[in-house]
Structure formats: C-alpha cells, structure tokens
T-cell receptor, first 113, second 113 residues
Framework: EDQVTQSPEALRLQEGESSSLNCSYT??????LFWYRQDPGKGPEFLFT???AGEEKEKERLKATLTKKESFLHITAPKPEDSATYLC??????????????FGKGTKLSVIP | DVKVTQSSRYLVKRTGEKVFLECVQD?????MFWYRQDPGLGLRLIYF???????EKGDIPEGYSVSREKKERFSLILESASTNQTSMYLC????????????FGEGSWLTVV
C-alpha cells in the first residue's frame, strides 16, 4: 500500500527564516511526486512534479528536491503570503495507484511578520 | 490555464436528501476524480473515472455514486445524505499521459443537518 508521511504537522517561522518541509513515501515504483499548496477554504494549487531521485525544481522562494525515499520542500526567506498548508502526494507506476494520487496529511506553515 | 469548476461552493442539506455535486473541466482531460477532505484525515479518494461512462471505486466509496455522461462533466451523488458526509468535497482532473498533473477545483463545502 502506498503511504505518504509529512512532517512536521505544523511549522511557525519568522519572516525571512528559511526552513524545510519533509515528505517521506513508500510506493511500489514511483511515477511522480507532487507538491501542492492549499489556502484555507480553497482547493489545492499545483506547485511541482518530481519524477526521479536527484531532481530539483524551483519557483520563487520554493525549491523541491527528491530522493528515493523522501522529498523536501525548502522555503528560503519566507514571507507571510507563503502561509498555507503544503501537501505532498505520490503516484505509483502500476496498479490502482497509477491512476490516483496518495496524499500526505500536509504541513501547515505560518510565517509571522 | 486548466480550469476545474465546481458548481456549488456551499451547500446545506438535510439528512436523507439526495445531493448532487457537479464538476466541469475545460481541458479535455480523460481522468476525473472526487476526493473528500477532513481535518486530520487529509484527502481521501471517493471515486474516479478514466473515460466517459467508466468509473472506479476509490478508498471510501460507501454512500456515494458518480456519473460521467460527458467527458467534461463528473458528478458526485449522495443518495441519502448523512451527517457523517459533512465535509469539503474536491473535484480534480488530469490528462491521460503518465505522470500528468492532477488539477483541483475550488471545493464544495457540504453540511448535512
């Protein structure tokens, strides 16, 4: 069974204080690992897809990296507008998991001015 | 940009009512999904469809059914709403190529009283 564990559950940062969010996964062959941002009361907004170990992607203050067992979402010099819940999800290569995504429970990030 | 539109953002229904949640996507995507999201439980897949008139059960299909008569439209049906179906419901869509991104709608908040 595919599993995704995100840590920490919640993270409070001062504005400008860089940090990382972790996503550990077990999947029977990884097709893709996805990061989403979700604001309160809204649907998840796509950020990144990573396909293979060693891959990195960046967008503004966010950088996602991938190893064979986990992914990190690095946040550099965060601003209050980066406050949101960040979701990680995996898609498997085969079986039922190849159609759907298995999600972690998310990390709620709060950036204090 | 991909657009996934959920017709109702907020609904209040009575126990035992039949409830329809409608979702339309404008990107000619083959795959469509219904998730529910609850605090502490994350996103859980209810049903998905990989083609018109085709459907597959997700992790929590009990108490729900779906309909996909046209490629762009995917409906979630609660045959007899119960209070434990109070939740945020998220529709999503994706193209058929492996590893394609899943895009989400804004969500429908359903309260069953």
């Amino acid at each position: 069974e595919d599993q995704v564990t995100q840590s920490p559950e919640a993270l409070r940062l001062q504005e400008g204080e860089s940090s990382s969010l972790n996503c550990s996964y077990t999947v029977s062959g990884l097709r893709g690992l996805f990061w989403y941002r979700q604001d309160p009361g809204k649907g998840p907004e796509f950020l990144f897809t990573l396909y293979s170990a060693g891959e990195e992607k960046e967008k503004e203050r966010l950088k996602a990296t991938l190893t064979k067992k986990e992914s990190f979402l690095h946040i550099t010099a965060p601003k209050p507008e980066d406050s949101a819940t960040y979701l990680c999800a995996v898609q498997a290569n085969s079986g039922a998991g190849s159609y759907q995504l298995t999600f972690g429970k998310g990390t709620k990030l709060s950036v204090i001015p | 940009d991909v657009k996934v539109t959920q017709s109702s953002r907020y609904l209040v229904k009575r126990t035992g009512e039949k409830v329809f949640l409608e979702c339309v996507q404008d990107m000619d995507h083959e795959n469509m999904f219904w998730y529910r999201q609850d605090p502490g439980l994350g996103l859980r897949l209810i049903y998905f469809s990989y083609d018109v008139k085709m459907k597959e059960k997700g992790d929590i299909p009990e108490g729900y059914s779906v309909s996909r008569e046209k490629k762009e439209r995917f409906s979630l049906i609660l045959e007899s709403a119960s209070t434990n179906q109070t939740s945020m419901y998220l529709c999503a869509s994706r193209g058929s190529s492996p590893g394609n991104t899943i895009y989400f709608g804004e969500g429908s908040w359903l309260t069953v009283v």
